[in-house]
Every structure is written in structure tokens, then in C-alpha cells.
């Protein structure tokens, strides 16, 4: 039942049990004042006017002596009347209290204090008229009288100050109890009111802490759980108070909150899992984008660099402390800060472009860099930072400038080419003609002395036609159109051999320093090229050197890496022997440097030079595989380097400068020349010499005179360009009738397909048109002695 | 004031004549233990309120009924006139507590009866007095 009561109930059921307490209370206090009013009344009633009248009697008995003691003393016999009128009086009064008067003792002894009153009534009058008249001269029987007389009314009195004390008594001890009852009902109420706000005050406390703090507690404590998490803690609602409804809608509320709870750790956890993905995701895209090989920056709209990723970091040597806070400029040349600004406006205006910029690196070095760019913004369409990925484009501008060089050289070989053909156009016909020229002007001046006049003549005929043959020559070089016949070469030899020459050249007033490496590997060139390239740079050293100076030559074994090759689009890696020519002379600005190359650029005076010095020098190194540095300061010097590359073979270097002696010979030499007058001079120029001369102008001629020749054939001499079949067939046919037979080539210009790729078969002895008897002779003699 | 100078009055008188007072005796009669009494212990005697002498034999006080020497005892010794003495005894009297001393008409009378009873004290002008009494000096 008690469980199934309301907190309301629950108060009101122990403060009603009080509240009857209290009634219970109040009715005893009525009861006893009901008490208190029927003694009090009974006072009112009897005993306050027997108490009167008793006071009334003792006064009257008083007033009545008192008038007998005065008539006695003052002997004034009126009194006797007035004390006989209280006497009357008093005995009327005593038979009233006696009236009165319930209790049948005090009734019995006011009768006889009335029977008293009535005998010293009858006495008195005649003892104390006796005593009046007497004076004080009583009788014996006169004091007895009196003194019995006192006796009697002292007797009287007595009872009636009695019955008043009696009286007054009573009504005292009357009010004195009904005073006390109330005292000690008050004391009661005291009691009661003090116990019943105790026990009040006890079954609140009760009710509080039993049935109001003990599940508020036990309420707080399941919220306190509930709000620690563990939304499993129930309450005990069995109770059909309002803890016990409150118990229930909590237990309710846990539920859903469990099952909620339930709900949103589920979408925590998938939560998580989208985040780990997101966060993996944009681990993999912070790898990406710090892992591809562009600058990813992102600033903010005053073009702050909030973030940079590592490639930024590691291309520009800056860190990412440097970096972060910074102006998006700090990465960009101060040459192009206001026209990067300038775009960063236009990109917040919407205006979105790739800009190619010049980036400088912490230690300054300089990259070209294409910068995109894009502006972020938020949910509500306002820009809030910005984003750049910038490319490393300088391989490509480098590339780009490259091409543009490639390009101009390009132009450059196309026009050297032109040149080439020109040159090569000419130079068969021209070498042709010059054979003419100058064989048969040797011829003349071996038949004649110096004392003949036309000897000079002759003279002047051969070194016009040979500085000719030089100039053609030169031009076929640079245009790498020249037949060269490259052998192993020691190149201190070769230097060593053309010194004298050289000094020649340069004349007195400078020095030639000559600065030979050891060892030097060997190279495989042409020995007439590398006179061509010393030959060119010596008086190009010279004419850069006004009066005095000094001219260096110096060789010296180099290995080039890549890393070394990498800047110079000439260069290959691998093993070199570089030949260098240095002057101490006027040097070249850069204008020039650029230039020197090409061909008929000259710095010289009109007719001091051709311009096809160094153009030449340029063709036979790159003909050769090899590549050329200049280093030239205005007023210092110039210092070319001319790299050719090592040549391992087994083979040791050609020996030179061996003194070349016209040497004739017995043996049968076959000729075959197209060229009629070329034939000629040939056929005389060998027949000079001492050999047996067969001489064909066509392929058909020779092959005849080959079948059907009784002696021996012990040389062919051919051109290589022939109108029916080459030079080189042509051998092949005769050796297949003569075995052993020897073959020297001889050409001026050719255009067949050994000399297409400018170098003749190995072994394949050759002779350059035109060509001195010297040289003829020299020639033939080696390629008859050779095995 | 007037008091003031009235009581001086008295005091100069009393002091003036002494021989008047000292003419009246007390007597007693011989076998009373005392030979002298206090001014108080005579006016005590004399107003009833001492009963008995000294070893319990009673006292019989008696006086005279008029005349010059109870007049002078009374305003010599008990500080009283005889009005203010009887109006005593007649109120003792009434309320029952004493008897007055018994009143003789000479002092001869006196002399007999405090003579012939034991215990019997009085007062009598010294020159009347004779035979066989105690004269109790009065202190």
C-alpha cells in the first residue's frame, strides 16, 4: 500500500497521524479547562462569598470588641448601642455563612462560633458597662469576668479569622492548583509541541531521506552513470510515486539513448573508416603531391604561402620554415615580381592563365618554371587562398635553346654545305686543272735550270697553282667534303714535325712555347688535317698578337664525363687528347666568339684573310669526332682546345716526318684517268720516274690492256670517279686478272660511295689531285713496297 | 522648634528637683530576693509584665489609688500620668491579660499589705516609712 502511495501521500499520511495528535492535544487541554471552570465556578459560587462573608464577620466581631474596648477605656456607655447593633449584625452574617457553608464540619463549627456570638452577645454589655463604670478599681470579680469575657470573644475571633483564612484558604488553593493544572498544561502543550515538532521534524526527515533523497540519490547517481556513458543503468520503478514514474520515463530515456547511442558509435565507426580512408587518401595525395616533380604551393589571397610539398623544398633549397609565411615571390626572380603580381590579379578576377616565370633557387642558380594556378573558394563562393603547381621547365627551354642553336647551326652546315657543293662542285674540275698546271710546271723546271729565263716564270706558275690547290682544298676541308686518309697518330709527332714550319709562320718577334704531354694516346686522323688545324689557329694566334708575344701549343690526355658533357651539345663522354693553341693577344669579345666559325667571317682586313681558317678547323675536328673550345678574354688572350678522341688499337702511331726523296722504279704502272690532259700529265710524270707506263682514259681501255699486257702489271694508279665505274671497281676487276696487283687511288673531288663517307677503305692507298712529283713519286714507292 | 525647647524644659526639671522624686520609696517586703531594681524592672512590675521575682516567687505589686505620691511615682518612675496608668490597666483588663496591682487608699495600707505578703512590692512616700520593709533602691 505504501509503495503505492504518492510522495504527496506519503507526506500528508504521517503529517495527518500529527495533526491527530495535535486535535487529541487541544481536546485534553479542553477537558481540562472545563475542569478549571466548574472549580473556578464553584468558587464564584460558595466559597468566594463565604469567604466574604467570613472577612465580613471577623471586621463586624473586630468593630464590635473595638467599641467595648473604647467604651471600657474611655467610659463612653453610647458605644455600648453601636457594639450591640455589629453584634446583631454579626450574628445575621453568621447565619448566612452558615447558610452558605456545605461542608457539614465547617457548618457545625460556625453554628457554634454563632451559639458564641450570641452568649458574648448577652454578656458582654453588662461586664463592660461594669468595667465602664469601675474605672480601674475592678473588682476581683469584674477582672474575671473580663478576662473570661476576652477569653470568649478572643475564642470567637479565632474561629472567625479561621473560617476567613479558611475561606481565603481554600479560593488560594484553589487558584493555586488551577494554576498549576494550567501551568502544568501548558507544560503539556509545551511537551506535546516540542515532541510533536520533533517527531514532525523526524518523520520529514524520514519521508526526506527514505522516500525523497534516498531515490533522488539513487536518481542522481543512475544520471551521473547515464552521463559518464553508460547508458545501461536502469532504475528501480516499482514505486508508484513520481520517482517511480521518474524511474520509468529514465529507464525509457536510457533506452533510447542506448539504442541511439548504439546508432551513433555505429556511424562514429563508419565515420572513422571514412576518415582513415580520407586520411589515407590524402596521405597517398600528400605523397603525390609532394612526390611528383612539380612545386605544389598553396597561399593565401595576400599571397602568403601557407603550404609548400617537399619537391618545392628540395628544387629550391629553401625550408619549409623559410617558405611557410612568406610571399609567393620569394620563389620568382625580381625581374619578373610585377608581372607575377600583375597575373595574380588577373587570376583573382577569374582570369586563369599558365605564366612561365624565372625562378631562382636559394643559391641563386636560375629555372624556368611554368606556373598554373587556380583561386579556392569556400561554400559561399568567396576566394580564400589560392593554388600554384609550377613545372620545372628549363630542360625544355634548354632543349628549346638548344633547338634554337641546333637550328642556327643547322643553317650554319646548311650554308656550309652550300659551300661544299659549291666547292666540291669546282674542286674536281679545278684539281683537274691544277694537276695540269702545276705537274707540267714541274715537269718544265725539272728540264730547266735557274738560269733560264722562263725558270722564274715557271716558279711563279707552280706556287700560284699550289697556293690554288691550298685554297681548294681548305674549302672541301671546312665543308668535310675532303677525302682524308686518317691513320694512328702520335699528335706530339705530328706537332713536333710542323714546329719549324710554325716558327716560320709566325716570324720572330713572337715565342712559340711548344708543351708536349707524355704520354699521349694516340688519335686516328689525318696527319694533313692536324697541319691544316695547327697551321690555321698558329696564324690566327700570330695575327691576334701586335708586336710581341707568346704562342703556346700544348697537348694533354683529358676523360670526359657526363656530367662534363652535359652542358655541351659538342661533347661525348669518354677518353680525349686535346691539342691547345693559346695566345696572349688582343682576345675576342663574345659577339665574335660566337661567330668565328662560320664561314668567311673574318676579323681581318679585306684580303688578309679568307674566312675559312677556322671554319675549317671547326669541319676537320667535327669530321673527326671531335670538338673544339674557346676561351677568349678582350686584351688577355685567346685559348683554343681542340679534343680529338683517343684511339685504342694495337697498332703503333705512324711514323713521320720521314724526308720524302723522289724515288723512281722499274715496275709496270697501269693509269686510267678520264681526264685527258690529267692522263697525260700522270702518264709523264711516272714515266719520269722511271716506270713502265700503260696509260688508259676509259674503264673499258684499262680492263683490255690489263687482259692482254705480256709483262707484268705491278700498279694501278685510278681515279676514283670515272664516267663507266668507279676506281674501286675498277681494281677489283684487274685483280681478278692480275692477283697481287697494287692499287693508288687519286682523285680531286669525289663523289662515289667511299668517298661519300670521307674515308677509304682501310689499307686503300691514296693520292690527292693535284699532286707534285713528289708526292707522286712518294706514293708510288710506298704502295709498291708495302706487302 | 517649640518641642525641641519643650523637651529641654522637662530634662532641666527633672534634673532640678530630684529631691521630690527621691522622696518616694519603693518597698518590698523582705524576703524579696532583690534589694534594687532598674527604673525598667519596676515599670515592667508595675505594668504586669514581670510576674516574678528572681527564684519564682510572684510578685504582688500594689498602689495607691490617688494622691500626690502616686501621682509623683508614676511620673517619677513609670514615666506616666494616672490617667495614661489606668487607661492600661483598663485595657489589659479587657483583652484578659493582666490584673491590675491592687489600689490602697493610704499609703499605711501600703506599708501592711507589702509587709505582710511575700512577693509584695509598693511605693510610699519615704517619709511614711516604717517597719519591717525592704527598701528597694531603684536604679
Known amino acids: 500500500m505504501w509503495r503505492s502511495m504518492n510522495i504527496a501521500k506519503k507526506i500528508l499520511l504521517p503529517l495527518g497521524v500529527l495533526v491527530l495528535g495535535y486535535s487529541l492535544t487541544i481536546a485534553y487541554g479542553f477537558f481540562m479547562g472545563l475542569q478549571n471552570n466548574a472549580r473556578l465556578n464553584t468558587l464564584a459560587t460558595t466559597v468566594h462569598p463565604a469567604s466574604l462573608l467570613s472577612q465580613k464577620c471577623q471586621r463586624l466581631f473586630e468593630e464590635q470588641i473595638k467599641l467595648y474596648q473604647d467604651m471600657v477605656t474611655n467610659g ?44 458574648f452577645n448577652t454578656w458582654a454589655p453588662d461586664v463592660y458597662e461594669e468595667m465602664r463604670k469601675a474605672a480601674v478599681d475592678y473588682s476581683d470579680q469584674t477582672v474575671e469576668k473580663a478576662t473570661n469575657l476576652a477569653e470568649k470573644w478572643k475564642a470567637i475571633l479565632g474561629d472567625l479569622k479561621r473560617y476567613r483564612e479558611h475561606f481565603s484558604s481554600i479560593i488560594h488553593n484553589e487558584l493555586l492548583a488551577t494554576g498549576k493544572q494550567l501551568q502544568r498544561q501548558g507544560l503539556v502543550n509545551v511537551l506535546i509541541f516540542v515532541v510533536g515538532v520533533g517527531v514532525s521534524l523526524l518523520i520529514v526527515l524520514i519521508i526526506v531521506m527514505k522516500f525523497i533523497r534516498s531515490p533522488l540519490q539513487k536518481t542522481i547517481e543512475a544520471f551521473s552513470t547515464g552521463a559518464m556513458g553508460d547508458f545501461s543503468v536502469r532504475l528501480d520503478d516499482s514505486s ?207 728540264d730547266l735550270g735557274p738560269s733560264d729565263p722562263m725558270y722564274n716564270v715557271l716558279h711563279d706558275i707552280l706556287n700560284a697553282g699550289e697556293r690554288s690547290a691550298n685554297l681548294t682544298r681548305q674549302l672541301l676541308a671546312f665543308a668535310r667534303k675532303q677525302t682524308i686518309d686518317p691513320r694512328i697518330l702520335d699528335l706530339n709527332d705530328v706537332v713536333g714535325n710542323m714546329l719549324k714550319m710554325l716558327q716560320r709562320l709566325i716570324g720572330e718577334g713572337i715565342r712559340l712555347v711548344w708543351a708536349p704531354g707524355q704520354p699521349l694516346w694516340a688519335i686516328n686522323a689525318d696527319p694533313s688535317q692536324v697541319d691544316q688545324i695547327l697551321a690555321n689557329l698558329v696564324v690566327n694566334a700570330r695575327d691576334a698578337i701586335d708586336d710581341t708575344g707568346r704562342i703556346t701549343i700544348e697537348t694533354a690526355n683529358v676523360v670526359y664525363d657526363e656530367a662534363y658533357c652535359k652542358g655541351r651539345a659538342d661533347c661525348l663522354p669518354g677518353e680525349y687528347v686535346f691539342l691547345a693553341v693559346s695566345d696572349n693577344g688582343t682576345g675576342m669579345s663574345r659577339e665574335v666568339m660566337e661567330r668565328i666559325f662560320e664561314p668567311f667571317f673574318t676579323t681581318k682586313r679585306s684580303g688578309e684573310g679568307t674566312g675559312l681558317g677556322l671554319a675549317t678547323v671547326y669541319g676537320i675536328v667535327r669530321q673527326n669526332g671531335g670538338f673544339v673550345n674557346v676561351y677568349s678574354e678582350p686584351n688577355k688572350g685567346t685559348t683554343f682546345k681542340i679534343y680529338l678522341p683517343r ?141 | ?124 512616700d519615704s517619709s511614711n516609712v516604717q517597719g519591717e520593709l525592704k527598701i528597694i533602691k531603684v536604679k
Request: hydrophobic residues 40%.
Open chain 1, 76 to 119: 463612653d456607655r453610647k458605644l455600648a448601642g453601636q457594639a450591640r447593633e455589629k453584634g446583631e449584625e454579626l450574628i445575621r452574617d453568621l447565619e448566612k455563612l452558615e447558610g452558605i457553608v456545605n461542608d457539614p464540619v465547617m457548618k457545625s463549627q460556625i453554628a457554634t462560633t454563632l451559639k458564641d456570638c450570641r452568649d
Open chain 1, 647 to 787: 684511339c685504342v688499337t694495337e697498332d703503333s702511331p705512324m711514323a713521320l716526318g720521314k724526308e720524302i726523296r723522289i724515288e723512281g722504279g722499274a715496275e709496270t704502272v697501269l693509269v686510267v684517268e678520264d681526264e685527258a690532259a690529267v692522263l697525260n700529265l700522270t702518264r709523264d710524270m711516272i714515266s719520269k720516274l722511271g716506270y713502265t707506263v700503260l696509260a688508259a682514259s676509259r674503264v673499258e681501255e684499262a680492263l683490255a690492256l690489263a687482259a692482254e699486257y705480256q709483262g707484268k702489271i705491278d700498279l694501278l694508279l685510278t681515279d676514283v670517279v670515272m664516267p663507266e665505274m668507279n676506281g674501286k671497281e675498277l681494281a677489283q676487276r684487274i685483280e681478278a686478272l692480275r692477283p697481287g696487283l697494287k692499287s693508288l687511288y687519286m682523285s680531286g673531288y669525289t663523289a662515289n660511295v667511299i668517298a661519300h663517307h670521307g674515308i677509304l677503305d682501310k689499307g686503300v692507298r691514296f693520292i690527292a689531285k693535284p699532286f707534285s712529283l713528289r708526292d707522286l713519286a712518294a706514293r708510288l714507292r710506298e704502295t709498291l713496297m708495302a706487302s
Open chain 1, 240 to 446: 508508484a510515486d513520481e520517482f517511480g514514474r521518474l524511474a520509468f520515463f529514465f529507464n525509457t530515456f536510457m533506452e533510447k539513448l542506448e539504442e541511439y547511442n548504439k546508432d551513433l558509435r555505429q556511424e562514429i565507426e563508419n565515420h572513422r573508416v571514412s576518415l582513415e580512408n580520407l586520411r589515407k587518401s590524402e596521405e597517398i595525395q600528400g605523397k603525390l603531391v609532394d612526390t611528383i616533380p612539380e612545386i605544389v604551393v598553396r597561399t593565401d589571397m595576400g599571397g602568403r604561402i601557407l603550404f609548400v610539398n617537399d619537391y618545392a623544398m628540395k628544387l629550391t633549397g629553401f625550408s619549409r620554415e623559410e617558405l611557410l609565411g612568406e610571399s609567393m615571390l620569394v620563389f620568382i626572380a625580381p625581374e619578373d615580381h610585377d608581372r607575377a603580381r600583375n597575373n595574380m590579379l588577373l587570376a583573382q578576377d577569374g582570369e586563369q592563365a599558365i605564366n612561365e616565370y624565372v625562378i631562382q633557387k636559394k643559391d641563386g642558380t636560375i629555372l624556368f618554371f611554368e606556373v598554373g594556378g587556380d583561386v579556392l573558394r569556400g561554400e559561399d563562393g568567396e576566394p580564400f587562398g589560392r593554388v600554384y603547381v609550377c613545372r620545372d621547365v628549363t630542360s625544355r627551354k634548354l632543349a628549346e635553346k638548344e633547338r634554337a642553336r641546333l637550328q642556327e647551326q643547322l643553317i650554319q652546315s646548311q650554308k656550309m654545305e652550300s659551300v661544299g657543293r659549291l666547292a666540291g662542285g669546282v674542286a674536281h674540275d679545278f684539281n683537274n686543272m691544277l694537276s695540269v698546271i702545276n705537274g707540267n710546271a714541274e715537269l718544265a723546271l725539272q
Open chain 2, 1 to 124: 522648634m517649640k518641642k525641641t525647647v519643650l523637651l529641654c524644659l522637662i530634662l532641666l526639671v527633672s534634673v532640678v528637683l530630684p529631691a521630690r522624686a527621691g522622696s518616694i520609696v519603693v518597698v518590698a517586703h523582705t524576703d524579696v530576693p532583690v534589694s534594687a531594681l532598674s527604673g525598667d524592672e519596676l515599670q515592667r512590675i508595675f505594668l504586669g509584665k514581670k510576674m516574678f521575682w528572681n527564684g519564682g516567687r510572684r510578685i504582688f505589686p500594689v498602689c495607691l489609688k490617688r494622691g500626690g505620691t502616686h501621682e509623683s511615682f508614676l511620673k517619677s518612675y513609670m514615666d506616666m500620668n494616672v490617667s495614661q496608668f489606668d487607661i492600661f490597666w483598663r485595657q489589659a483588663v479587657f483583652v484578659g491579660t493582666g490584673t491590675p496591682p491592687t489600689a490602697f487608699g493610704s499609703e499605711r495600707e501600703v506599708i501592711d499589705f507589702v509587709r505582710k505578703t511575700p512577693g509584695g512590692v509598693g511605693y510610699v
